[in-house]
């Protein structure tokens, strides 16, 4: 997760001048939720979507489709649309349709699989993989299905798929995909949690979608290479990740909403794709008991990030996290229906709690960062925390909505399963030279990891 590469000259300008409205005085009143009226949920979540589309200039002149601009990073922008395609799925809101699916094709790059030219000199394992997963979700909820000469849903989801598969990397650590793709870039000897996490769903969701035993066997291995280099401990805590140069032998063990989410997800598809083993629903209880660290002790069942929130020091990244867990934890009761309770009980308390929050700037609907503040709103405002907010409050709809469709279901969207087996293109550090920014973006997050590696095991960003 890193910098843009691109941006239209201007935007950083556009985002202050927006921050600096937002926190003018407030003029309405707070957002009013009631998680007992379907109306009021839609309602609630198109203010939500609203403000969080704000933030978006990719469908303006002189924008980049599917881009948002600094300081957001092209994985978020891939993370967004996957919101805008739940919320149409959740809401029946086609408002945000058109350029969704916009943005989802303009990114894909020349070889069909989310591998664009302005980005790929600087993007990881984990920044593809939230476009091919957004990607998913569009064949998974019978989104749309682009023109015929365009490139379809479940096409793009094998694309990063294979191109992912091809990169498993067995000469450190026993295997396990690198967080970055070229050697070039700060980053590429640390083998992450969420990179083999987007990775680890994806073959779990493509296994159910298309019943082939291939991405059943790929997201098994995967799962069990988190688990034996112990990036996933007994208790099915999932943690950041660890350095290949040490032969992953020293393990950050910050822990992440995400990660226990993607994991979760990519579980519970295991679940149904194996008729209901015991071994996944094992793997599904556990890993949703794990979750109880990301809900507040002190305002119950509402979740927060336990390693950034309390100290104030989550990063742009950060603040959209609660989103994916929030996502993947009600996708998980479509799959498997016994996490219902236990999942609800938390999403309904998190949305209650998370639109109270959404009441600063002058509009007075803008969300802030932390739901355990009630309705003193933090401060904080942007395309994370809007995202987050949307999320968990469009979730509380998941009962409303049939569950994701198969090939053999009704699922519409047509596949290639050689999609983006061609292997990456060749670039070099010289050829296309890597800038400054693009250093201090991609590097900054990974240099902040490795010294928590070097320094010992933190559970907290220090």
Known sequence: MKLQSTCTSGRFSWIGILGAALLGGRLVDAISLDLNDVDSIKSVSQTLAYGMMKYYNGNVTGGIPGNLPQPYYW??????????????????????????????????GPNIDYMPPNQTKTEGNDDQGFWGMAAMSAAEQKFPDPPANQPQWLELAQAVFNSQAIRWDNSTCNGGLRWQIYPFNTGYNYKNSISNGCFFNLAARLALYTGNQTYADWATKTFDWIQNIQLMNSQYQFFDGTDDTQNCSSINHIQWTYNAGVYLHGAANMYAFTNQ?????????????????????????????????????????????????????????????????????????????????CSGGTDGVTCGLQWTKGSAWDGSYGVGEQMSALEVVSSNLISKVSGPVTNSTGGTSKGNPAAGTGGDTSLSATNDPVTTGDRVGAGFLTTVVLVVILGGAWWMVA
């Open 75 to 108: 994985w978020e922008a891939g993370a967004m649309f996957g919101t805008l395609i739940d919320y149409w799925y959740y809401t029946g809101n086609t408002e945000y349709n058109d350029v969704t699916s916009q943005a989802l094709l303009f990114q894909v």
């Open 277 to 357: 083993s015991s071994l996944w629903q094992t793997r599904v209880q556990g890993i949703l008991n794990a979750t109880d660290v990301f809900f507040s002790p002190d305002v119950p069942n509402v979740m927060y990030e336990v390693a950034c929130e309390p100290n104030g020091k989550c990063d742009v990244d950060q603040r959209s996290f609660k989103a994916y867990l929030a996502r993947w934890m009600a996708a998980t009761t479509k799959l498997a229906p016994f996490t219902t309770n236990f999942v609800m009980e938390k999403l309904q308390a998190s949305a209650s709690a998370a639109a109270e929050q």
